[in-house]
């Protein structure tokens, strides 16, 4: 038969922190997932939405919102940026930055105009020449992506011609390079089956989808669970079995 020991009042507490602890951590993981699974369906509702005028939401777009937008402008076509490492590449290839001056504004709007594969020797796509004059275009207004870890520092400072390499997309130093302010997010142009480039656009959660959110939760509430278990097994104890008298 098993009894219990009465546990020291400190035990009790520590235990029932520490699992509050574990179980509060593993809601906010919760909550977060939830978030994130808003923030996909919302980045999905916007590719259909109706454009509206990038004027409304150029300077200060809405927090956790994503805007299709449409602008008039010419492009600097000069001045292109290729990031070398998007999620999506399996194959080599460049995803591709260009300025777009719009009418009558210091500020540039930085255009992702999509991927384009490698040729596969390990050199830099011929990049299609941009039509002059004006262009209209569509698209989400995004959050730049992630700048991830910038070793070496800035890598477009060292670079004399365009178009520029980096591994990393950082509006702060591309708006350094071309020596006039950018917008605060990118417009990623909506996909268009006659355009050489492909523009697949996911929402970018860098390392922490909401998958990993619901792992990390399901990892506290087991900690929690393993807490109680512990001060159970530790305040336990079994009365001696009897031996039989001969």
């Given at each position: 038969m098993t009894r219990w020991r009465r546990p020291a009042w400190w035990s009790v507490l520590l235990t029932v922190a520490a699992a509050a602890l574990f179980v509060r951590l593993g809601v906010w993981q919760l909550?977060?997932?939830a978030y994130k699974d808003s923030l996909v369906r919302r980045y999905a509702a916007a590719a259909h939405a109706p454009p509206v005028?990038?004027?409304?939401?150029?300077?200060?777009?809405p927090a956790d919102a994503f805007p299709r937008v449409a602008v008039?402008?010419?492009?600097?076509?000069d001045r292109a940026y290729l990031l070398d490492n998007p999620r999506h590449d399996a194959r080599g290839g460049v995803e591709v930055y260009v300025p777009l001056v719009l009418p009558g504004q210091p500020r540039l709007l930085l255009v992702d105009l999509g991927f384009l594969p490698g040729t596969g020797n390990e050199q830099v796509p011929q990049l299609p020449a941009l039509p002059p004059g004006g262009v209209d275009l569509h698209g989400l207004y995004l959050p730049p992506p992630g700048v991830g870890l910038e070793l070496g520092g800035d890598a477009l400072a060292s670079q004399a011609h365009w178009p520029k390499n980096t591994?990393?997309?950082?509006?702060?130093?591309v708006a350094k390079d071309l020596g006039r302010p950018l917008y605060p997010r990118v417009l990623a142009l909506d996909?268009?089956?006659a355009a050489i480039y492909q523009r697949e656009h996911a929402f970018d959660f860098s390392s922490m989808p909401p998958a990993r959110h619901r792992a990390y939760a399901f990892q506290w509430f087991s900690f929690a669970v393993a807490v109680l278990v512990i001060f159970l097994v530790l305040h336990r104890k079994r009365r001696p079995r009897r031996t039989d008298r001969r």
């Open positions: 909550d977060r997932a005028p990038f004027g409304q939401v150029a300077a200060t777009p008039h402008g010419r492009w600097l076509a591994i990393y997309l950082d509006l702060g130093q996909a268009d089956p």
